[in-house]
């Protein structure tokens, strides 16, 4: 398939070379944040054997909800993203 400018196809870089080590950064630090505030929720609010786990489904929620903020507000900043999420349709 051409490049959008009708160009040859040119050699991509390797997905790992374009993701910058400050984006691994962040999605570490969600991760860490994320894990270690299910856990110590865990501890705090126990769920009985056999019943649904409501604090890692609350937490979950919220990182959820919290992670869409954010990336709704990083759309409206960055220029790179396509002009749909930048208009919020």
Known sequence: MPEPDGGPVRAREP??????WRV????ALGGLLGGTARY?????IPAPAGTFPLT??????????LLGLLVGLGARSVTTWPTC???GR
């Open 24 to 27: 691994l950064a962040v999605v």
């Open 15 to 20: 997905f790992r070379a374009r993701l910058g």
């Open 40 to 44: 110590v929720l865990g501890l705090a």
């Open 56 to 65: 890692t489904s609350a937490i979950n929620v919220s990182g959820s909800f």
């Open 85 to 87: 999420a930048r208009k």
